[in-house]
């Protein structure tokens, strides 16, 4: 269906690809895995023709579509929802706009070009192309009021449902998606594992998101040492059977017969234990071809994430009375009344994410609320991870090396010396040449790195966390989430990572459009507890 070979990138000294042949086919689902910085997107990007390789080839089967789900999820702010989802098939949405436009100057010659173009229509089946598009948004949970509205006003789920139609449109027969589930919600991450563990075409996805993973692929395609190795079986099974490799590596004295036996023997109980589960679906059937030649141990590393505070705070951390934010007229939230004191983790969690991002960025001074005050203790200092990092990555300091970058933050002469900065860079793992690289050619797991090193330089003793598991590899998170665990300051957070939001909270704050509900209590306990869920149901009724 789709193939590449002897594909090699190649970035200055630092090769990303070399020599890589591979395919892709159809009825499989390929989840692509690798650190941060491996070259998933960039591996996508040249899959998809937006990118050149080095040197190399890709090869889609003649008469064959693929499509892309967008990454950026607010490209098509300017447009409305139905016309987003038609720009799925290029081809013909070209042709359409072309006779809107024509119509709309309407002369003899004209005519004569419109007829060309409608033939065209008619043969893609254009006349009924608006009503598909419809009738794609409704199954994936968009309602019809919303098909005229601008995408500029949905919110991040919503966006990337119509994005999803959009990828959807047309039926593609290869479809590629990167990162899919940052800026989802849990029940829309369900749905989505749903739909694509039932869909029949090759799918290609890159995930940091070991749940989606294993519910969705067929195939594991991981990205190390610049090539790309395909294993079936899903997640799960990639991770174990490395760890298994690796073990038996080290086993020096072990007879390989006993290897190979013990093998078997993981590969069989398996098997059995995914064909029981509930994720056994039609496609699951290639799980009885698993094997586990070519594992490698990987060369994943751990990045040091530690929060040091410059100063204790004292007793009052934040004090927030009766305050209130809206957008489009539409109530966020209203009423909250909260103090925040020494040591309070909180998970703040709200149904609509748009509530949770506004909160942050008016505590933070970057947003003003319609009603209500906030205070900050006197003796503390704040870092924030905000969902959407674009501004601290300007195209005009593009050109600006991550030394530079982090320079900036400073705030002392000792602190902007080069060895004081390339610490912290090292501990986000970027070391020697990579210190030196232009702050335009980050990946998002990258540039969030790049986020925490400027807040592990701040050391604030008031930390505030956006979905800070966005774009970030699982061992960055495991980091993240065994740093904040001992810190000894103040955490606000939101994350749609369950075990953060369990491991990290002891209070969880839950902004509503009639109110606030806080309690101490775990994440978990928040969640299962009757009383509270029909109390949040009534608030947002
Ligand atoms: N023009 C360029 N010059 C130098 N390095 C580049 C350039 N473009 C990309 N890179 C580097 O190539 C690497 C691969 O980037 P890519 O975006 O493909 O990573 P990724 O695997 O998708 O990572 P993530 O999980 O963070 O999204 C990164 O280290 C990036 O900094
Ligand atoms: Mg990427």
């Given at each position: 269906?789709?193939?590449?070979?002897?594909?090699?990138?190649?970035?200055?000294?630092?090769?990303?690809?070399?020599?890589?042949?591979?395919?892709?086919?159809?009825?499989?689902?390929?989840?692509?895995?690798?650190?941060?910085?491996?070259?998933?997107?960039?591996?996508?990007?040249?899959?998809?023709?937006?990118?050149?390789?080095?040197?190399?080839?890709?090869?889609?089967?003649?008469?064959?579509?693929?499509?892309?789900?967008?990454?950026?999820?607010?490209?098509?702010?300017?447009?409305?929802?139905?016309?987003?989802?038609?720009?799925?098939?290029?081809?013909?949405?070209?042709?359409?706009?072309?006779?809107?436009?024509?119509?709309?100057?309407?002369?003899?010659?004209?005519?004569?070009?419109?007829?060309?173009?409608?033939?065209?229509?008619?043969?893609?089946?254009?006349?009924?192309?608006?009503?598909?598009?419809?009738?794609?948004?409704?199954?994936?949970?968009?309602?019809?009021?919303?098909?005229?509205?601008?995408?500029?006003?949905?919110?991040?789920?919503?966006?990337?449902?119509?994005?999803?139609?959009?990828?959807?449109?047309?039926?593609?027969?290869?479809?590629?998606?990167?990162?899919?589930?940052?800026?989802?919600?849990?029940?829309?991450?369900?749905?989505?594992?749903?739909?694509?563990?039932?869909?029949?075409?090759?799918?290609?996805?890159?995930?940091?998101?070991?749940?989606?993973?294993?519910?969705?692929?067929?195939?594991?395609?991981?990205?190390?040492?610049?090539?790309?190795?395909?294993?079936?079986?899903?997640?799960?099974?990639?991770?174990?059977?490395?760890?298994?490799?690796?073990?038996?590596?080290?086993?020096?004295?072990?007879?390989?017969?006993?290897?190979?036996?013990?093998?078997?023997?993981?590969?069989?109980?398996?098997?059995?234990?995914?064909?029981?589960?509930?994720?056994?679906?039609?496609?699951?059937?290639m799980i009885d071809k698993l094997d586990v030649s070519n594992i490698k141990p990987s060369s994943r590393r751990y990045p040091a994430i530690i929060f040091e505070r410059e100063r204790e705070a004292g007793d009052q951390i934040l004090n927030i009375e009766n305050l209130e934010a809206s957008l489009d007229g539409e109530t966020l939230f209203s009423k909250i009344n909260i103090n925040l004191t020494k040591g309070d983790k909180v998970v703040v969690f709200s149904r609509d994410s748009r509530a949770t991002t506004a909160f942050y960025e008016i505590i933070n001074g970057n947003k003003k609320a319609d009603k209500g005050e906030y205070a900050w203790g006197v003796t503390t200092n704040q870092s924030y991870l905000p969902l959407d990092n674009s501004s601290f990555f300007k195209e005009e300091n593009g050109e600006d090396t991550l030394v530079d970058w982090l320079r900036q933050y400073a705030k002392t002469e000792e602190e902007r010396e080069e060895v004081y900065i390339r610490g912290f860079l090292g501990k986000m793992l970027f070391s020697g040449e990579e210190a030196l690289k232009k702050s335009n050619v980050l990946s998002g797991g990258e540039k969030v790195r790049c986020m925490l090193s400027r807040m592990m330089l701040m050391r604030a003793n008031v930390v505030m966390l956006d979905e800070p598991t966005n774009h970030l590899d699982l061992e960055s998170i495991t980091a993240f989430n065994n740093s904040l665990k001992n810190f000894k300051g103040t955490v606000l957070f939101t994350t749609h990572d369950h075990e953060f939001a369990q491991t990290v909270g002891n209070r969880v704050i839950e902004l509503t459009p009639k109110g606030v509900i806080d309690r101490y209590m775990t994440f978990d306990e928040y969640m299962s507890d009757k009383k509270i869920k029909e109390q949040r149901d009534e608030m947002y009724s």
């Open positions: 269906m789709l193939s590449v070979s002897n594909l090699s990138v190649q970035f200055g000294k630092r090769v990303l690809f070399d020599d890589v042949n591979t395919k892709f086919v159809t009825g499989n689902c390929y989840g692509i895995i690798g650190a941060n910085g491996a070259g998933k997107s960039t591996f996508l990007k040249i899959l998809s023709g937006k990118q050149d390789p080095t040197s190399g080839q890709v090869h889609l089967e003649s008469g064959k579509r693929m499509s892309v789900l967008e990454q950026e999820h607010n490209a098509y702010d300017e447009y409305p929802v139905l016309e987003t989802v038609m720009c799925g098939n290029k081809e013909l949405f070209g042709i359409k706009s072309e006779i809107d436009k024509l119509y709309e100057d309407y002369t003899d010659e004209n005519a004569e070009r419109i007829g060309e173009l409608q033939v065209a229509f008619e043969e893609m089946n254009g006349w009924n192309a608006e009503s598909d598009a419809a009738a794609l948004l409704s199954n994936l949970g968009i309602d019809a009021s919303l098909h005229y509205n601008m995408m500029s006003d949905l919110d991040g789920k919503q966006k990337v449902r119509v994005l999803l139609a959009q990828a959807l449109f047309g039926s593609p027969d290869v479809l590629i998606m990167d990162e899919p589930t940052n800026d989802l919600d849990y029940e829309t991450i369900s749905w989505l594992e749903n739909f694509l563990a039932n869909y029949d075409n090759c799918v290609i996805v890159v995930s940091h998101d070991r749940h989606f993973l294993d519910s969705v692929c067929t195939h594991i395609s991981d990205i190390d040492f610049g090539k790309i190795n395909h294993f079936s079986g899903n997640y799960t099974f990639w991770y174990e059977s490395s760890q298994l490799a690796a073990r038996q590596r080290a086993q020096q004295n072990k007879k390989a017969e006993d290897k190979k036996k013990e093998l078997e023997e993981f590969i069989r109980r398996f098997s059995a234990n995914v064909a029981k589960s509930k994720q056994a679906t039609s496609r699951k059937k």
